[in-house]
């Protein structure tokens, strides 16, 4: 077998050996059509990519048809149908990195590699790309060399990077080898947790003890403590956990199923990272108290592609609780109690963070969203009840769990109890997780984090809002300023309608495509973005661009599309001086100017048009 | 009434229901038009296209998965909403490339009859100007992609009612497209006489040689607008 994209283009296909290494990996997983997400993952680390004929051979293997596994290998920015590089380099784009000079560290590895943004360098060693927000906006400029996440990057060191990569093996594109332990510079993930709370990040940093205990309890009461603790869903949404488990635990089913959202990936948001890092044992213990409460033997954890350096450190962790009993057949010695959790990597893709497109995604398909009803509590995974979780409140759910509903209660405010984990990124000295009681005011984050200029905070990411000083004095809150944790603070000197204008091609980007309200609608309204930030916008053009934004809003399919106008909604209502300093005085201006649109022509006549009056 | 059927308002009409209708198969029953696009009576909905957008109890919701419930109140003919679906279909007439005067279904387009309907004159936005590709490797069928509107009409019934899987979905966002389970047309196994042939609202799968053969003023939607006939039947049903 030759190495994995070791050769591009001209390899033999259909040689015996890969049908063979397909077969042996859909067979690895029973030839279950839901597992296609692993089968791909694997049959892409074993062959550099995803071939026609390893297509045909899944398809096979499946009994479905290759459509059916292109309709999903096709939707994910990690998966690919052509060869590339040996070393896959995805550098982060967003707005954070771009201001610490992503666009300088691009340059000098397109110089390094020989490869043009988007390309693979003539070798077949390197292809560069730009991808969305991976995790690291307090370490940015970052970037993924195949699975490995490289931070706080310099032009510098594309040169050390490269030469070392030129004399490396290779690197797993998915797990397989922690890729952390590759000898690489800057090949180094800071934990950056600034500030330790009274909930979730204890000072005295001991393991959580509430699982035993809670398991002693019947699961009717667990989800009364959950429910007296006001716990809600810290993914941004808010929904109450406890009846979120109450009504899963309601629908009748042969089986229920507890999912962990681990696929942060709105811009700007870690703190799952952290998490991850710092306290997975208290996660699967919030994941374990969840099954019992609701009647579930299998937990499943999402793990954003990203975070695939994450994948060898959470099965350790896994394993342990196996050997100590927290997890497998009568957990805790609680007879009856069967239990276990199984992690499924994600392959880049944004939308797959919204709980049906998750779900989608877990069975092996398009990380395209549902219709609702019927509610994931009803019908979710497999079709069966299903509660979908982010990291952090299955967290804080052990937490409560060990220390009781009156002591989470303490924390926090009426509506929005306990502790929340901030991501705070952009400009401001140290950029990290802060664990602040919820309730907290902008001004007095910033004083926090301090970034005393702040001149706009993104709240929320960019599918949250743009929020001015003049609004500084308002809560972090369910009842306020929602946010799922991303905190982006821009200071002084920093372009308000770049920001939104890079927020605007991100959901472009991010896009599932399946409602035509957002696949369209996300296009041109970054059209119409960059119609305000290159100056060509009239009165008329913004009111237009204000129409189409609510009207994206309002009939988009889920909160991917719902949120996308959010950068340019709220940066008009915050922010309406930075429009007008772009505004063109015209009542008119034409979309394409006639020197534009004779270009070609003047270029091959060697001669301008000749304008009336001259 | 039946025991088992319902009532709820649309628009301040009482509709009745049985139990599982979704909203849009109430409706239509009952003669109150709902304009839809990938919705198709036949096939399993797929809420793409948001053009049945009804506010429910006040609150958006596509029409073809709601399910209908005892006393709901819909509104559907309002002007907030009619607005929100013409630039919807307005959205649709940039992204792909619709020249309606060339095309063998316009007269029987849905999307051109929809835009007709709600009152579009033209679009507003700017047109994306793709590049589509186009198969008219086999013999009866036709697909141009210019014309594609993502709707998975075709996806849908070439599963479920023609027991094939012809079609699919490529690639995501904008840049989605629609796939077949070949490199070409006439290497799969579809025939002109298929659901997912039959049902396509636009000009994307056609059957060859049957173009231009209606003439004018007797086309699908030349003489009354898309919608006439569901709305014909509350007009004989209930006087």
């Not at chain 1, 999912?259 to 306290?279: H, I, M, Q, S």
């Not at chain 2, 840049?175 to 025939?191: G, K, W």
């Amino acid at each position: 077998m030759t190495e994995p994209g070791t050769q591009h283009s001209e390899l033999p296909e259909s040689t015996p050996d890969a049908r063979a290494i397909v077969d042996a990996i859909v067979a690895s997983v029973q030839a279950d059509r839901s597992r296609l997400m692993d089968i791909v993952q694997a049959v892409q680390q074993r062959l550099g990519y995803l071939s026609k004929d390893a297509i045909n051979a899944i398809a096979a293997g499946l009994h479905i048809h290759a459509v059916d596994v292109e309709d999903m290998a096709s939707f994910y920015a990690f998966l690919g149908r052509a060869p590339k590089g040996r070393f896959q380099i995805r550098l982060s784009k967003t707005p954070i990195s771009m201001m610490r000079g992503a666009a300088a560290v691009a340059e000098a590895f397109a110089r390094e590699t020989n490869a043009a943004i988007g390309n693979t360098s003539p070798d077949g060693n390197f292809t560069l790309e730009w991808t969305s927000d991976i995790g690291m906006a307090d370490q940015e400029p970052a970037a993924l060399v195949n699975g490995t996440v490289l931070t706080n990057l310099v032009p510098a060191d594309a040169g050390d990077i490269i030469a070392a990569l030129r004399r490396h093996p290779p690197i797993p594109l998915f797990p397989g080898a922690d890729p952390q332990s590759v000898a690489l510079p800057k090949a180094r993930v800071v934990t950056n947790l600034v500030k330790s709370g009274p909930v979730i990040f204890q000072p005295e940093g001991r393991p959580a003890t509430g699982l035993s205990p809670a398991l002693n309890q019947s699961p009717e009461t667990i989800i009364q403590v959950i429910s007296k603790a006001k716990l809600r869903g810290r993914g941004g949404a808010g929904f109450p956990t406890g009846l979120k488990w109450k009504l899963c635990r309601q629908s009748i089913s042969e089986a229920h199923h507890v999912v962990c959202n681990a696929d942060e990936g709105e811009p700007g948001t870690f703190k799952d990272r952290v998490l991850l890092t710092e306290v997975p044992d208290l996660m699967f213990d919030g994941m374990t108290i969840a099954g019992y409460a609701l009647g579930a033997r299998h937990g499943l954890v999402y793990l954003r592609a990203e975070y695939a350096y994450l994948w060898s450190r959470l099965q350790r962790v896994l394993e342990d609780r196996r050997r100590r009993g927290l997890l497998g057949s009568d957990v805790c010695g609680r007879r009856g109690f069967d239990f276990d959790i199984r992690i499924q990597l994600g392959a880049g893709a944004y939308v797959c963070g919204e709980e049906s497109s998750l779900i989608e995604s877990l069975e092996g398909k398009r990380g395209a969203p549902r219709d609702r009803p019927p509610f994931p509590t009803d019908r979710g995974y497999l079709h069966q009840p299903t509660a979908v979780d982010n990291v952090e409140t299955f967290v804080c759910a052990a937490r409560i769990m060990e220390k009781g509903a009156d002591w989470f209660l303490g924390y926090g405010t009426r509506e929005s109890t306990g502790t929340k984990l901030l991501s705070v990124s952009g400009d401001c000295p140290r950029p990290g997780v802060y664990e602040v009681p919820f309730g907290i005011t902008v001004n007095e984050l910033l004083d926090l984090v301090a970034a005393p200029d702040a001149v706009l905070v993104q709240m929320g990411g960019p599918s949250g809002q743009a929020v001015a000083p003049k609004d500084f004095g308002r809560q972090i809150a369910y009842e306020d300023l929602s946010t799922g944790g991303s905190v982006m603070v821009f200071g002084t000197g920093r372009d308000v309608l770049g920001i939104a204008r890079q927020f605007a091609e991100f959901f472009v980007e991010e896009s599932c495509g399946w409602c035509m309200p957002c696949r369209v609608g996300t296009t041109l309204l970054k059209e119409g973005m960059d119609r305000v930030t290159d100056g060509c916008a009239t009165l008329a053009d913004i009111a237009a661009l204000e129409a189409l934004a609510g009207t994206v809003t309002r009939m988009s399919r889920c909160g991917l599309g719902q949120t996308a106008a959010n950068p340019i909604l709220t940066t008009m209502r915050n922010f309406p001086e930075a429009y007008e300093a772009r505004l063109r005085p015209e009542a008119f201006l034409p979309r394409v100017s006639l020197n534009q649109a004779l270009a070609v022509a003047t270029a091959v006549q060697g001669r301008g048009p000749v304008e009336e009056g001259n | 009434m039946s025991e088992s059927r319902f009532a709820f308002r649309v628009d301040g009409v009482e509709v009745e229901a049985t139990p599982g209708q979704t909203i849009i198969q109430a409706c239509d029953a009952a003669g109150v038009y709902i304009p839809r696009l990938c919705y198709h009576p036949d096939l399993e909905p797929a809420g793409h296209c948001r053009v049945c957008t009804c506010k429910i109890d006040g609150r958006r919701s596509s029409a073809c998965t709601m399910p209908a419930a005892p006393g709901m109140v819909v509104e559907n003919d309002i002007a907030e909403l009619n607005e929100d679906r013409r630039v919807v279909i307005e959205m649709l007439f940039v992204e792909g490339n619709h020249f309606c005067p060339a095309c063998e279904k316009s007269g029987d387009c849905e999307l051109q009859a929809l835009g007709y309907r709600l009152g579009m004159a033209g679009p507003k936005f700017p047109y994306q100007w793709p590049r589509r590709e186009l198969d008219a490797t086999h013999p009866d069928i036709f697909i141009d992609r210019n014309r594609c509107i993502l709707c998975s009409r075709c996806i849908r019934a070439s599963r479920l009612a023609d027991g094939k899987a012809v079609f699919g979905f490529e690639g995501r966002g904008i840049r989605m497209r629609l796939n077949i389970d070949a490199e070409h047309l006439d290497e799969t196994v579809i025939a002109a006489a298929d659901k997912a042939v039959q049902v396509c609202p636009v000009g994307c799968i056609v059957v060859k040689r049957t173009g231009y053969r209606t003439p004018y003023g007797r086309r699908t939607y030349d003489d009354a607008p898309i919608g006439s006939d569901v709305e014909a039947k509350r007009v004989k049903g209930k006087k």
